[in-house]
């Protein structure tokens, strides 16, 4: 998937647990992880917002684009 989710690395930036932004952000453990681990298909921009303000950071900082190249099989 072209979407990096990089929460981790804003966390540890912030010497921030998983479970002291799920309180601060009002997400369960378990959605959170699963954002964190990047095997969410969405984000609700409150959400979003949320976890920016928690971490003091920007969409940019979670969110990233990466443009993989379609390689095929047949080289």
Do not use: H, W
């Not at 984000?43 to 379609?70: G, H, M, W």
């Amino acid at each position: 998937m072209p979407i990096i989710v990089n929460l981790d690395v804003m966390m540890a930036r912030r010497k921030m647990s998983l479970n002291e932004l799920s309180e601060k952000v009002d997400l369960t453990l378990s959605n959170l992880s699963i954002l964190k681990t990047g095997k969410a298909k969405a984000i609700r921009f409150s959400t979003l917002e949320a976890i920016c303000k928690a971490l003091d950071c920007q969409p940019a900082d979670i969110l990233e684009y990466v443009e993989f190249e379609n390689q095929s099989a047949d080289c």
